[in-house]
T-cell receptor, first 108, second 115 residues
Framework: SQQGEEDPQALSIQEGENATMNCSYK?????LQWYRQNSGRGLVHLIL?????REKHSGRLRVTLDTSKKSSSLLITASRAADTASYFC????????FGQGTRLTINP | DSGVTQTPKHLITATGQRVTLRCSPR?????VYWYQQSLDQGLQFLIH???????AKGNILERFSAQQFPDLHSELNLSSLELGDSALYFC??????????????FGEGSRLTVL
């Protein structure tokens, strides 16, 4: 079974709005990573947060991690049409295990 | 461009056949990972090699095997193919290979269609 589970499975918002995606996981982690996948393409790494960190920023991305609740969130601010993609969280211990992903659609 | 090269990009074959997918990692990366992505199963971890040695195994079927060669390229062999093996197969690489490892760099994938 998958380590990470994203929520929601699909999200559709207007351009300029903020998008929030959540990820829950089950066991210990060393770090948690978020990736983006454009349709049928390879995954691209967005941001990594270590287990001893609580929040991290990169450009329009903000990631939080709550190890007590075994959950993380990815916030994309001021969304653009080019942000339309699937977003995956991945948790690292012995392996890097991916969740099922959130399909994000930004409507112009 | 991630620097990870996968061939072939597309492959169509029949049930019962055998195929080999090839991956060249980024220059300097010692780890190679294989993932299978299908609509119903999501992105499944198959296997991880580090500097020629198997490091971790995931949901890899016995009909599948992989290896990493001295030049660090890797091959994933899929045999006795079934319709359900149709999927996107991704290779990814990283510099290190332990639990502290950061980002993986993904290739563009090999799309396998089994008819």
């Amino acid at each position: 079974s998958q380590q990470g589970e994203e929520d929601p499975q699909a999200l559709s918002i207007q351009e300029g709005e903020n998008a929030t995606m959540n990820c829950s996981y089950k066991t210990s982690i060393n770090n948690l990573q978020w990736y983006r996948q454009n349709s049928g393409r390879g995954l691209v790494h967005l941001i990594l947060i270590r287990s001893n960190e609580r929040e991290k920023h990169s450009g329009r991305l903000r990631v939080t991690l709550d190890t007590s609740k075994k959950s993380s969130s990815l916030l994309i601010t001021a969304s653009r049409a080019a942000d339309t993609a699937s977003y995956f969280c991945a948790t690292r211990w012995e392996k890097l295990v991916f969740g099922q992903g959130t399909r994000l659609t930004i409507n112009p | 461009d991630s620097g990870v090269t996968q061939t072939p990009k597309h492959l169509i074959t029949a049930t019962g056949q055998r195929v080999t997918l090839r991956c060249s990692p980024r220059s300097g990366d010692l780890s190679v990972y294989w993932y299978q992505q299908s609509l119903d199963q999501g992105l499944q971890f198959l296997i991880h090699y580090y500097n020629g040695e198997e490091r971790a195994k995931g949901n890899i079927l016995e009909r599948f095997s992989a290896q990493q060669f001295p030049d660090l390229h890797s091959e994933l062999n899929l045999s006795s193919l079934e319709l359900g093996d149709s999927a996107l197969y991704f290779c990814a690489s990283s510099v290190a290979g332990d639990r502290r490892t950061g980002e993986l760099f993904f290739g563009e994938g090999s799309r396998l269609t089994v008819l």
